[in-house]
């Protein structure tokens, strides 16, 4: 089944102890991003991926990293997380091959709480 | 960013009718996403417009006017399932042309 999956869906933390959010889809997709999602505020995005190895700034990228080493994979790394961090947030993934081209497909959200 | 603009809620009854609106700046503008989004879920691709006129697809119809930044989804015969928010995402032309840009949704609300 093409899709897009996302670990864990569910996090308690603490401020300032790293954790990583991986997220892989299985449908060969060259573009992937990650998004956040507060109430209000709608849908930001945080970092994307036109490529392995080649990512790059959304509108909200400050404490948080992202790497693509394989097409398969995006990662979403807080190094220091602080309560603002607290969000849903969404890996997603597109090509110019879907129809129509470059549909993003989401992952089911990660629910983030930084205490 | 650019600024998509939609209502932020909206109440219709079961079998109605309801027309959800999208403007959005027109400059560099590739094309035009609707997103149904339950609550807590992950959106969900609805329907694309790239040219002028209506994109009909069972309920869910959509329209597009490039000349002026509008957009309208419209869902007929509404049933309680309909109850979600509804994203306008606009796709623009620029450093990558996979960037979308979500407006800030608007929440429908299906009642008996």
């Known amino acids: 089944e093409a899709q897009v999956t996302q670990n864990p869906r569910y996090l308690i933390t603490v401020t300032g102890k790293k954790l990583t959010v991986t997220c892989s889809q299985n449908?060969?997709?060259?573009?992937m991003s990650w998004y956040r999602q507060d109430p209000g505020l709608g849908l930001r995005q945080i970092y994307y991926?036109?490529?392995?190895?080649?990512?790059d700034k959304g509108d909200v990228p400050e404490g948080y990293k992202v790497s693509r080493k394989e097409k398969r994979n995006f990662p979403l790394i807080l190094e220091s997380p602080s309560p603002n961090q607290t969000s849903l947030y969404f890996c997603?993934?597109?090509?110019?091959?879907?129809?129509?081209?470059?549909?993003?497909?989401f992952g089911p959200g990660t629910r983030l709480l930084v205490l | 960013g650019q600024n998509i603009d939609q209502p932020t809620e909206m109440t219709a009854t079961e079998g109605a009718i309801v027309q959800i609106n999208c403007t959005y700046q027109?400059?560099?503008?590739?094309?035009l996403f609707w997103y149904q989004q339950h609550a807590g879920e992950a959106p969900t691709f609805l329907s694309y417009?790239?040219?002028?006129g209506l994109e009909e697809k069972g309920r869910f119809s959509s329209f597009l006017s490039r000349s002026k930044g509008y957009s309208y989804l419209l869902l007929k015969e509404l049933q309680m399932k309909d109850s979600a928010s509804y994203l306008c995402?606009?796709?623009?032309?620029?450093?990558?042309?996979?960037?979308?840009?979500f407006g800030k949704g608007t929440k429908l609300s299906v009642i008996p």
């Open positions: 997603a993934s597109s090509s110019r091959r879907t129809v129509p081209q470059e549909t993003q497909y």
């Open positions: 449908m060969n997709h060259e573009y």
């Open positions: 991926s036109m490529n392995v190895e080649v990512t």
């Open positions: 027109t400059s560099g503008f590739n094309g």
């Open positions: 417009n790239v040219l002028d």
């Open positions: 995402a606009v796709q623009y032309s620029g450093a990558g042309s996979y960037q979308l840009t």
